[in-house]
């Protein structure tokens, strides 16, 4: 996705951060007898204004439960 530049301030404190969803899906590939997982994306990734300084994995996360709240 693009935005515009007069959207985004370069030097603000906040960033415009894109979230893809996954699917994790178990399948058998009946050639090599072997069991897998993967993944898949799915629906439209959702865009998130974040603060630059608070970007560890466990606050990102708890932003996008707020998000998805």
């Not at 030097?11 to 894109?18: F, L, Q």
């Not at 969803?21 to 993967?38: F, K, P, Q, T, V």
Request: proline share 3%; charged share 20%.
């Amino acid at each position: 996705y693009q935005l515009s530049s007069g959207c985004v301030d370069q030097d603000g404190e906040e960033m415009v951060m894109a979230v893809y969803m996954r699917e994790r899906s178990h399948y058998r590939d009946y050639g090599s007898g072997s069991n897998s997982y993967g993944t898949s994306l799915f629906g439209h990734p959702l865009l998130m204004s974040v603060p630059r300084a608070q970007c560890t994995r466990e606050d990102l996360y708890q932003l996008l439960l707020k998000r998805l709240a």
